[in-house]
């Protein structure tokens, strides 16, 4: 029994856990994911950092740095949170990275018509999943399409909430909701591609930004990240998957 | 008429087991613990399936492993009284005889007639283990059953009770019919209940064990040494009357 | 402070709590009494909710209860309606989630019942049906009572299921928990903490409830 917990302990203690290796540590909102996974080797084989990324919503991601959590870049899906992070004097100043497109995405070809305000409130099309309007940029965006086009009070009693965009688009490609107002970038996903869309082009393009936290204890290599981020290499990888 | 003729196969050894019993009769079954007794008795309340040959009961077949028949327990319409009371905790004593009774004024009889009326709304764990035994009496003679099994229903008790019940039951047993099977390891009240007694012994009849156990006993009463006990036993034949007014039955 | 998620929350709890025993009975039965073939497959198949992470479970039912999956196709042929993201949909998530935890405490109690009980029941010609209602359960009540409580106490602050099947919609599937979580994501402290001291009372409520059924049949 001794031996058994000493091996244990031995294993937890000895084993790297790699998160303390990196070089530099980003907190990147979700829906970049496939681009960033691209990027990150890109940037590792070009200045020989090691960078590490955690993937989560962005206003999961924004409790947490203003609960000190130990990164040094946030790459947001939107404006708002890295601003309020320069206005509270946690980061540096924010810049645009990328550019989102919502569209309207199915599993079914009846519903990628031209037309995604003809879908919406077609009788036929019974659930429309849209990521929380109120945490997810995507969702707000959403939101306020479906309002410039005056179609929000008919079309709420339909809409089932993802805690995020990547979960709005799970229940759109399970069918369990007909149609999801999903970001662009899912519509180039092994999953995404056995759908069609329609782009929705009331949405306000989603703004996201990155900022630099005053914090981040890598500073250096996150400047030499930020650097990496206007490359042409990172460009073409953006549009492959959606963003501009 | 009880017709037995069955084998089935135990851990140790097989029971092979053969007589019959008719109404009025009381067959005291004795015999060393582990003889198989209690399977005989599960046997013919039809807890358990034999292995070979049947149980017929009048013109019904209760069981027949060559025919494949078998009749479960419910359908037996018989009345078992095990060595711990087997009374339903959750109800009163009266809710308890009345379960499976014919009618009303026969519950009200028996528990009469058994002296424990005045414990009707009581529970089980309420009262006393003489008390409960008297109750499973009841509860299984309620149904006026066509046949009586009894496992050991006294040894539980303390010798007083045991010695009351004990008369009850042989005035019952002319009062009620029916045939009534008495398990018992105690040889005195074999002696003194049955009418037919079977030895078993490892799962077959040991027509020269009684034999041997009466001898053992003899030599003991000669050689002094059970005195007391030889005393004891020809007192427990006749409570006395003043204990039988108090225990109330007969 | 909006009180539809907590009332959403009770209803789903009251409901769980009512319709499980009807589920874990005869589950809890069969494994107490029954010899057959594949009874431990019967095991782990009732006992794989509590060991899978929710957001498994929820996925799966996600799939199942879908317009496309088997139990989801089924109710909208015959009702027209989407089982998932409905009530009726989180209360089944619900009770798939807590049949576990029903069944374990149920079964305990039934395998400690006298079989001479049973026994009992049966020569005096009650068929295994009545012997269910009339013995068996009355002397298991202290287990099903356990039971219950602890599954209405489970219910409440069920999650990962719920979120995955319900699709947080505000007065239908936006249970309590889901809305907590939801107001901490969106930097609403104030409402997360208000709901959250509202649900506390009542889980302590509910456990000492719970010890003092279990210190009766002690």
Same mark, same amino acid.
């Given at each position: 029994m001794k031996r058994i917990c000493s091996l244990m302990l031995a294993f937890c203690l000895l084993i790297p856990t790699g998160a303390f290796a990196a070089d530099l540590f980003i907190a990147q909102a979700a829906n970049f994911t496939p681009v960033m996974k691209e990027i990150i080797p890109a940037f590792e084989k070009a200045t020989g950092l090691k960078a590490q990324a955690t993937y989560a919503s962005t206003g999961k991601l924004y409790g947490q740095i203003i609960n000190?959590?130990?990164?040094?870049?946030l790459m947001a899906a939107d404006e708002r949170r890295p601003n309020k992070l320069f206005a509270d004097g946690l980061a540096e100043k924010p810049f645009v990275y990328a550019k989102g497109q919502v569209v309207l995405w199915s @599993?079914?070809? @009846?519903?990628?018509?031209?037309d995604w305000k003809a879908t919406v409130v077609n009788?036929?099309?019974?659930r429309v999943s849209v990521a @929380? #309007? /109120? #945490?997810?940029p995507y969702g707000t965006s959403s939101m306020k399409a479906m309002q410039a086009a005056g179609l929000w009070d008919k079309v709420q009693p339909k809409l089932v909430y993802g805690q995020s965009i990547s979960q709005a688009f799970q229940f759109a490609s399970t069918g369990s909701a007909d149609v999801g107002f999903c970001a662009?970038?899912?519509?180039?996903t092994e999953v995404g591609k056995k759908g069609c869309f329609t782009v929705v082009? /009331?949405? !306000?393009p989603v703004i996201q930004a990155a900022c630099v936290l005053?914090?981040? !204890?890598h500073a250096d290599a996150a400047a030499k990240f930020v650097k990496f981020l206007s490359s042409p290499e990172v460009q073409a990888m953006k549009l492959k998957y959606g963003y501009k | 008429m009880l017709d037995v003729k069955m084998t089935k196969r135990l851990k140790h050894f097989d029971l092979d087991i053969a007589f019959n019993c008719a109404p009025g009769e009381l067959t005291a079954v004795i015999g060393p613990?582990?003889?198989?007794k209690t399977t005989l008795v599960r046997l013919l309340a039809g807890l358990e399936r034999p292995d070979g040959g049947g149980i017929t009961f009048g013109n019904t077949v209760w069981a027949d492993v060559e025919k494949r028949v078998f009749l479960p327990a419910r359908k037996r319409d018989l009345g078992l009284v095990f060595q711990d009371y087997t009374l339903f905790?959750?109800?009163?004593i009266r809710k308890n005889v009345a379960?499976?009774?014919?009618n009303e004024d026969r519950v009200d009889e028996l528990m009469t007639m058994f002296g &424990?009326?005045?414990?009707?709304?009581?529970?089980?764990?309420? &009262?006393s283990g003489g008390e409960r035994q008297r109750a499973a009496f009841c509860q299984a003679l309620a149904r006026d059953p066509v046949l009586l099994l009894l496992d050991e229903?006294?040894?539980?008790?303390?010798v007083a009770n045991r010695r009351n019940l004990r008369s009850c039951l042989k005035e019952l047993k002319n009062e009620l019919h029916i045939p009534i099977l008495h398990v018992t390891h105690d040889l005195d009240e074999a002696l003194f209940l049955g009418d037919t007694i079977l030895a078993v012994e490892s799962g077959r009849i040991a027509p020269n064990w009684l034999k041997e156990q009466q001898a053992i006993q003899r030599r003991l009463a000669v050689s002094g040494l059970a005195r007391e006990e030889g005393a004891a036993v020809s007192r427990a034949e006749e409570p006395r009357p003043v204990e039988r007014a108090l225990l109330g039955c007969g | 402070m909006d009180w539809t998620p907590l009332i959403l929350s009770a209803k789903l709890a009251i409901w769980t709590m009512l319709l499980i025993p009807i589920l874990a009975s005869p589950m809890a039965s069969l494994l107490a009494f029954g010899r057959f073939k594949g009874k431990s497959l019967l095991d782990a198949v009732v006992t794989l909710p509590m060991v899978m992470p929710p957001t498994v479970l929820g996925f799966a039912l996600l799939v199942v209860m879908g317009p496309r999956g088997y139990l989801g196709g089924l109710w909208e042929d015959v $009702? +027209?309606?989407?089982?998932?993201?409905s009530f009726t949909g989180i209360l089944l998530a619900s009770l798939i989630f807590n049949l576990p935890f029903a069944v374990q405490p149920l079964r305990a109690s039934l395998e400690k019942l006298d079989p001479r009980l049973l026994e009992s029941a049966a020569v005096l010609g009650l068929s295994p049906l009545s012997t269910f209602f009339r013995i068996v359960l009355p002397n298991c009540l202290g287990g099903l009572a356990a039971a219950s409580i602890l599954v209405f106490a489970h219910s409440l602050g069920e999650f990962g299921v719920i979120l995955m099947v319900g699709g947080?919609?505000? +007065?239908? $599937?936006?249970v309590a928990s889901v809305a907590i979580f939801e107001a901490v994501e969106a930097l609403r402290f104030d409402d997360a903490f208000r709901m959250s001291a509202a649900l506390i009372p009542v889980c302590f409520a509910v456990l000492l409830i719970i010890n003092k059924i279990n210190a009766r049949r002690a």
């Open positions: 000190d959590a130990p990164f040094d870049i @599993n079914d070809k @009846n519903f990628c018509g031209d009788d036929a099309v019974k @929380n #309007t /109120e #945490t997810a662009y970038s899912s519509v180039f082009d /009331e949405a !306000p005053k914090s981040a !204890p | 613990s582990g003889a198989g905790p959750h109800l009163t379960f499976a009774a014919s &424990i009326r005045h414990l009707e709304s009581s529970r089980p764990s309420d &009262i229903p006294f040894s539980a008790l303390d | $009702t +027209g309606d989407r089982l998932v993201f947080s919609i505000p +007065g239908q $599937t936006q």
